[in-house]
């Protein structure tokens, strides 16, 4: 941790020479890094990517670039499949159904 901030160092390290230094992958050093400035501030300073919800077109935060989610909360997220289901039913139903 004082070598990632550069406390009582030269300059701060990057989380690739952390990882080198201990024989880590940075992706472990990255989360190693994160529980402990969680632990010490008691502020969770996971890093947070803004999106906007497909649905309402609201904003909101994921806690992953991985995360493939697309609305701001569970009742966007439901009617997003609502829609999609109506959309995937009606075109099956194209083809017998008038309606
Ligand atoms: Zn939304």
Redesign the pocket.
């Given at each position: 941790m004082r070598r990632y901030y550069g406390i009582a160092q030269e300059r701060a390290w990057s989380r690739r020479e952390l990882a080198r230094e201990f024989g880590l992958s940075t992706g472990r050093v990255e989360s190693l890094v994160n529980t402990a400035v969680t632990h010490l501030t008691g502020v969770d300073v996971a890093p947070r990517f803004d999106r906007l919800?497909?649905?309402?077109?609201?904003r909101?935060t994921v806690r992953s670039r991985l995360s493939r989610r697309g609305?701001?909360?569970s009742?966007?997220?439901t009617?997003l499949k609502r829609w999609a289901g109506r959309a995937t039913a009606g075109a099956r139903a194209r083809r017998t159904d008038t309606r």
């Open positions: 919800c497909v649905l309402c077109g609201g909101f609305t701001c909360d009742r966007c997220e009617e």
